[in-house]
């Protein structure tokens, strides 16, 4: 079994529990009160205790966790004010990702797998495009075709606008003007360059699940200073993560320590103007995931940002200071307060707007799965550097992954753009065949007798356009779609149309 984790320290020791850490957290607290080295000091822990990790580097200093401590006097004075005797400096393993490619290893995913859903939030999009969307996402699956990048999004949205009426009947109303905020769409986040999001190698989750040969847990570095500029972006591609973890993992039961845990930091940005239906499936996802053995800790400065029926989930929680400076913020204050198991010798709703930095509110799970009564505490310092490196370390620890050289390389495969080109081309020789036949002038060598006339054919039932359409494409598709080893078009818990992957 595996030994608690010692996570801060006063008059009592608080410790988490292994088999506990499923049971999901919490980290919250004003800017500047010690939430990211908190959550750098639990990364070491898991880190140390055998547990894969993925944070995102919002601000950059959890690159520190790459190198040795040492030389930074507010630590000493924390070891010393804690009575760490036997505390040593070491870096930790870590593996560097970066969805623009700068400064980790590429992250992709593809516009099939991210879905509807997730793409409608992205975009921007109301609850009417967001369902003109889907019936597009319909059409690809229906009709074989891979939907891999952008290109091949836009090409095929394209093509179902110039033959909207085509689609009625099998799909109902697609709506040209619905159709035209897709494509607007599209080319904005063109434009921010989520190109370089969308295609392949699409991510492996597995590769996020890593030791290192002493058994360490990888602690995965997302490098998101850049990518937190766009808040939707970030939080929907944290959330496509969350889900392929939900979706790829199997069920593991209750485990002696979790398989993965993720930290989800910035989360307000994640329910921000969320649509009724993905935050069902947001608690959908953080409420069965602990099955497949992932913790999900959010990070936040307000408890409040998260939904009650999310924060219902969340059982291991650290309390970093929150202040106090307007009605609403008293109001916060007093609610989260009253979550806590009471503590007779604490005034927590006092004790919350007076924390110092690195002090905090602890209440964790006990073996049995009921929160600890909540007491106050420091965390413990991080035995990795606080702070960033620099590119020459960076670039040496990318360049000695595992992962090096693999995701690096894009691969560009037949896919819907490429299918629907042709059949564009093909489409618009054949026309254009037929206008020279018409012109072609007769000569008189070419005038025969009239022939005889024939007896009148039985009528054929009315072929459809669409089917006429897709059926080429379809075929065209097929020789793709058997270089997938099996994989289905059908998305995830969160991008599906039908509600799971195949």
Known sequence: ????????????????????????????????????VTLQTIAESLSANGIPVFVADVKGDLAGLSQPGGGNPKIQERINLLKLSDFAHEKYPVAFWDVFAR???????????????????????????????????????????????????????????????????????????????????????????????????????LDLIQLDTD????????AADQLILKPKVYSTFLLWLMSELFEQLPEAGDLDKPKFVFFFDEAHFLFEDASPALLDKIEQVVRLIRSKGVGIYFVTQNPTDIPEKVLAQLGNRVQHALRAFTPKDQKDIRAMAATYRANPKLDIEKV??????????????????????????????????????????????????VHFGHYEQTVDRESAYE?????????????????LDIRIP??????????????PRQPREPKSQTKDMFGALAKSAARAMGSQLGRQIMRGVLGSILGGRK
């Open 352 to 401: 919350m707007t007076e924390l110092a930095v690195g002090e905090a509110l602890l209440s964790f799970l006990d073996e049995s799965g009921i929160p600890m009564i909540v007491d106050r505490g420091y965390v413990l310092p991080p035995h990795s550097r606080i702070g960033t490196i620099t590119p020459e370390e960076r670039a040496a620890i990318i360049q000695r992954s």
């Open 1 to 36: 079994m595996s030994s608690p984790m010692l996570i801060a320290k006063r008059d009592a020791e608080f410790h988490m529990i292994p088999r506990m850490l499923s049971r999901h957290g919490l980290i919250a607290g004003a800017t500047g009160t010690g939430k990211t």
């Open 215 to 222: 058994g360490r847990g990888v602690v995965n570095i997302l």
């Open 419 to 435: 299918v629907i080109k042709k059949r564009t081309e093909e489409r618009a020789a054949q026309a254009q065949d037929d206008t």
């Open 103 to 205: 400064s980790g290893h590429p992250v992709r995913a593809t516009v099939s797998d991210m879905g509807p859903l997730l793409l409608g939030r992205l975009l921007n999009l109301n609850e009417v495009q967001t369902g003109v969307l889907t019936l597009i996402f319909k059409v690809a699956d229906d009709s074989g075709l891979l939907l891999l990048d952008l290109k091949d999004l836009r090409a095929l949205v394209q093509f179902i606008g110039d033959n909207a009426s085509e689609f009625t009947t099998s799909y109902g109303n697609i709506s040209k003007a619905s159709v035209g905020t897709v494509q607007r769409g599209l080319l904005e986040l063109d434009a921010q360059g989520a190109e370089q999001f969308f295609g392949e190698p699409m991510l492996n989750i």
């Open 442 to 455: 007769r000569t008189p060598e070419s005038y025969r007798e009239p022939r005889a006339p024939r007896e």
